[in-house]
């Protein structure tokens, strides 16, 4: 079917404010993963789920970031009370499989900038 | 720990020649290595992968990778490349019980027509 999606393709917002990204990941696919991709950078892990289980969240920056997943479908991060620093284009992925051989397939990313 | 390293920022190379791009590795483990390429303003696309087997794998476009286990290494080739080969190629690795991957920091392709 279609491949990742994400919305929206660009955000901009005022220092202090909070954001709400989302991801459709492809549908059937049980695992889904948000990355980080500061301007010149490779990508940074934030957060990643499995199906039911415990989302793995060792890669979240601070407690300003969060994310939900509902089953297996939708993701929404979240950034409460963005900081200039949060500026970045946020990607997710999914794959098939959890973690080890299995491709992650990624979606365009939401280009965020905090004025 | 695990690691990824782009040893070049930008690699230049003429239409039609032969393009190389570098990647090593380190891992307690058995490495799953990847390689994808993002056009501006777009996600990344995956390009390839070794998962075991054959140390050459070959992949979308026309690109191949070889992996060696002894230099720990997985870089990127492509015998002819083409003007819209430019673009930016990372490098990344999974690690079994890992689960997510860890990427280079990327290197941009320029092929100068």
């Known amino acids: 079917g279609a491949g990742v999606s994400q919305s929206p393709s660009n955000k901009v917002t005022e220092k202090g404010k909070d954001v709400e990204l989302r991801c459709d990941p492809i549908?059937?696919?049980?695992?889904l993963y948000w990355y980080r991709q500061r301007l010149g950078q490779g990508l940074e892990f934030l957060i990643y789920?499995?199906?039911?289980?415990?989302?793995?969240k060792s890669g979240l920056p601070s407690d300003r970031f969060s994310a939900e997943r509902t089953g297996e479908s939708v993701s929404t991060l979240t950034i409460q009370r963005t900081q200039q620093e949060d500026s970045a284009v946020y990607l997710c992925?999914?794959?098939?499989?959890?973690?080890?051989?299995?491709?992650?397939?990624f979606g365009p990313g939401t280009r965020l900038t905090v004025l | 720990a695990q690691s990824v390293a782009q040893p070049e920022d930008q690699v230049n190379v003429a239409e039609g020649n032969p393009l190389t791009v570098k990647c090593t590795y380190s891992v307690s483990g058995n490495p799953y290595l990847f390689w994808y390429v993002q056009y501006p303003n777009r996600g990344l696309q995956f390009l390839l992968k070794?998962?075991?087997?054959?140390?050459l794998v070959k992949g979308s476009y026309g690109f191949e990778a070889e992996f060696n286990k002894s230099q720990t290494s997985f870089h990127l080739k492509k015998p002819s490349a083409l003007v819209s080969d430019s673009a930016l190629y990372f490098c990344?690795?999974?690690?079994?019980?890992?689960?997510?991957?860890?990427f280079g920091t990327g290197t941009r392709l320029t092929v100068i027509p």
């Open positions: 070794y998962i075991t087997g054959d140390n």
């Open positions: 990344a690795l999974d690690q079994t019980g890992a689960n997510n991957l860890f």
């Open positions: 992925a999914s794959s098939s499989l959890a973690g080890g051989a299995d491709t992650q397939y």
């Open positions: 549908s059937g696919h049980t695992a």
């Open positions: 789920f499995q199906g039911n289980s415990a989302p793995d």
